[in-house]
């Protein structure tokens, strides 16, 4: 059955390593039938939240701030899956999409809970060992249990630094295969 797949790409280089990961994921997802969202975070306003448990007042904009986030709310609330894409920064995502991620909990205020969501990850990484990305795992997991989300699969590039990188690496044909998959 063809899904919804909402992209939130957390790197600020706009053709970097994540976005390779993110181009494979999508070309796999649209081949398969899957209709894919996509926003590259570094180019939207998007404030941090701030802890005010004031959103849900107003469906149409369920966080009290108005910014880049309502252009994501609609597509958030209208995912099937959602992919979470970003550079390792000091081992967890990038700040981009961790503002974008606590911003989410504005639709739990609104909607009556948190809605379920099929989630997978995409992220490149100096690093190339498990234990690089064991901090990333572990929290990533504890999201999707504590939010009854259903982890679809999670793509590592490790051994990436530059722009460039991740030419050829493996993680691309794994990120594809995930796409067309879901
Ligand atoms: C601020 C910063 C923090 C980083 N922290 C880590 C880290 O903790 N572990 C790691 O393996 N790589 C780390 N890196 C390397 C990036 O994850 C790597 O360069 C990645 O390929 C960047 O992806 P991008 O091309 O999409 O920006 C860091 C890079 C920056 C700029």
Redesign the pocket.
Same mark, same amino acid.
Request: proline share 7%; glycine share 10%; net charge negative.
């Given at each position: 059955m063809p899904k919804t797949i909402l992209i939130l790409n957390g790197?600020?280089?706009p053709n970097?390593?994540?976005?390779a990961l993110i181009d494979a994921f999508a070309e796999g997802a649209r081949a398969a039938g899957h209709t894919v969202l996509r926003h590259d975070l570094r180019a939207l306003e998007i404030h941090p939240c701030l802890g005010c448990l004031g959103g849900g007042k107003d469906p149409a904009h369920p966080c009290v701030q108005r910014d880049g986030m309502d252009r994501i709310y609609p597509d958030y609330r209208a995912a099937d899956v959602v992919a979470f894409a970003s550079?390792?920064?000091?081992?967890a995502v990038s700040g981009q999409l961790k503002c974008a991620l606590d911003r989410l909990f504005a639709v739990t205020e609104s909607d009556g809970g948190t809605p379920r969501k099929e989630t997978v990850v995409l992220m *490149? *990484?100096?690093?190339d060992t498990p234990e690089?990305y064991a901090p990333v795992r572990q929290w990533y997991e504890a999201l999707c249990a504590e939010l009854s989300w259903t982890d679809r699969g999670q793509v590592v590039a490790g051994g990436?630094?530059k722009?460039g990188?991740i030419a050829g690496h493996p993680a691309l044909a794994k990120a594809r295969a995930l796409g067309a998959s879901l």
């Amino acid at each position: 059955m063809p899904k919804t797949i909402l992209i939130l790409n957390g790197s600020p280089r706009p053709n970097g390593n994540t976005a390779a990961l993110i181009d494979a994921f999508a070309e796999g997802a649209r081949a398969a039938g899957h209709t894919v969202l996509r926003h590259d975070l570094r180019a939207l306003e998007i404030h941090p939240c701030l802890g005010c448990l004031g959103g849900g007042k107003d469906p149409a904009h369920p966080c009290v701030q108005r910014d880049g986030m309502d252009r994501i709310y609609p597509d958030y609330r209208a995912a099937d899956v959602v992919a979470f894409a970003s550079p390792m920064y000091y081992w967890a995502v990038s700040g981009q999409l961790k503002c974008a991620l606590d911003r989410l909990f504005a639709v739990t205020e609104s909607d009556g809970g948190t809605p379920r969501k099929e989630t997978v990850v995409l992220m *490149a *990484a100096e690093g190339d060992t498990p234990e690089n990305y064991a901090p990333v795992r572990q929290w990533y997991e504890a999201l999707c249990a504590e939010l009854s989300w259903t982890d679809r699969g999670q793509v590592v590039a490790g051994g990436v630094l530059k722009v460039g990188d991740i030419a050829g690496h493996p993680a691309l044909a794994k990120a594809r295969a995930l796409g067309a998959s879901l």
